[in-house]
């Protein structure tokens, strides 16, 4: 007998009483369904609550900047710097017009690092002084020093750089075509001995140890003055092969007799 039909007691019918539904038990499919809901809306009110900084130029050069930096320009690349803002490469394009627009970008990034000589009285020390800023500067990012002699049009940090240093060198005596020369002739110094400071060893004991490997390929005899030379180094008895500063004295001193 079953809750829906008559029940008889005696000899009298009675009310047949009504059937009432059970719910079905709950599958854990269904469980995890509405608790993958439940955390997607909870993640959308996060991402809502704190939003993504708007794409620009400067956001685009900072981060091919980084990346050109960590792994070169042979690495850099439009999906790249798209991947470490979190866009699509497609979006870059409002700001940048390709590849070769960002290597000029952040060229010029660089160029602003850099410490630009003011008036003074010792104006071969302030020269001194904006070129070991160059230097250390070109370091930090070993792939510049080859760009800022790249032909292509300055940016505003770059012609902010030339500008200064012409405007100063004018300034303590030099003509507007010495000036020129000399700021040429001081910056070749600065990239080649930067250029080679990357690709040779700088320190002592990388020295001594290149020289002795050389100095056995030396034939004494012949080349006498090359192979006492090589034994120098050998020995550790010179810090420096290149010398920035020794070669940075030579010039300004050349210069100084110009004036």
């Given amino acids: 007998m079953t809750l829906g039909q008559t029940l008889e007691i005696g000899t009298g019918p009675t009310t047949a ?3 009432t539904a059970l719910p079905a038990p709950l599958s854990l499919t269904s469980v995890a369904r509405a608790y993958s809901v439940s955390s997607a809306m909870t993640q959308s ?20 900047l980084a990346l050109a930096d960590a792994q070169g320009l042979a690495a850099l ?10 866009v699509e490469a497609m979006s870059l394009y409002n700001h940048v017009a390709n590849k070769e627009a960002i290597i000029a970008g952040i060229t010029d990034l660089v160029a602003g690092e850099i410490t630009l000589p003011t008036p003074d009285f010792d104006w071969q020390g302030e020269m001194r002084a904006r070129s070991r800023s160059a230097h250390r500067v070109l370091l930090r990012h070993p792939w510049a020093a080859a760009q800022f002699q790249a032909p292509r049009a300055p940016g505003p940090n770059m012609m902010t ?15 507007p075509a010495q000036a020129d020369h000399a700021r040429n002739t001081i910056d070749n110094h600065i990239y080649g001995f930067t250029i080679q400071h990357l690709t040779r060893p700088g320190r002592a004991r ?37 010398d920035f500063d020794f070669g940075l004295t030579l010039i300004l001193d050349g210069l100084d007799a110009l004036r």
Wanted: glycine residues 2%; hydrophobic residues 35%; charged residues 30%.
């Fill in 17 to 19: 009483l009504p059937t």
């Fill in 45 to 64: 009110s996060d991402t809502k609550t704190t939003p993504r900084p708007p794409l620009t130029r400067e956001r685009i050069l900072r981060a091919a």
């Fill in 77 to 86: 690349s439009m999906r790249k710097v798209a991947a470490e803002l979190s």
């Fill in 161 to 175: 750089y030339l500008d200064a240093t012409l405007g100063f060198l004018i300034a303590v005596g030099f003509t």
């Fill in 206 to 242: 990388d020295i001594a140890r290149q020289a002795r490997k050389q100095l056995k390929s030396i034939p004494r005899d012949t080349y006498p003055s090359l192979y006492r030379r090589t034994e120098d180094l050998a020995q550790a008895k010179s810090t420096e092969v290149d």
